[in-house]
C-alpha cells in the first residue's frame, strides 16, 4: 500500500491550489504558480505549511490562492430512477 492511499483512507483527498504572487523583480506583474497535493479539508494543514514557507523564504508576494478540494466541488450525482421520459 502507497502513502497516498494511506492518506485517501485517513480522509486526505488531492487539493490543488492557485496561487497569484507578484514577481519580486516586476512587482506589478503577477505570477500564477500551481501545488497539488493530498491534503484535509477545510483546515488544509498542508496548503497552510506550504504558504507559510512561501511567506518567510521566498520574495513573491502572495496576491491570492484559490482552492479546488473534493470536499469544497465535487460533481453531481446521478442515480437511475426507474422512469423513462419521451419528448416529442
Not at 486526505?12 to 516586476?26: N, V
Not at 494543514?45 to 466541488?73: C, M, N, Y
Not at 465535487?74 to 422512469?83: C, D, H, L, Q, S
Request: with cysteine; hydrophobic share 40%.
Amino acid at each position: 500500500m502507497n502513502d497516498d492511499f494511506r492518506r485517501q483512507l485517513d480522509g486526505y483527498a488531492l487539493t490543488t491550489a492557485r496561487i497569484l504572487y507578484h514577481r519580486p523583480d516586476h512587482p506589478w506583474l503577477l505570477q500564477t504558480y500551481v501545488w497539488q497535493e493530498y491534503d484535509l479539508c477545510p483546515k488544509f494543514p498542508g496548503l497552510q505549511k506550504f504558504l507559510d514557507f512561501w511567506t518567510r523564504s521566498l520574495e513573491g508576494v502572495l496576491h491570492s490562492v484559490e482552492v479546488a478540494h473534493s470536499g469544497l466541488i465535487k460533481p453531481a450525482e446521478v442515480r437511475a430512477i426507474g422512469t423513462e421520459l419521451r419528448l416529442h
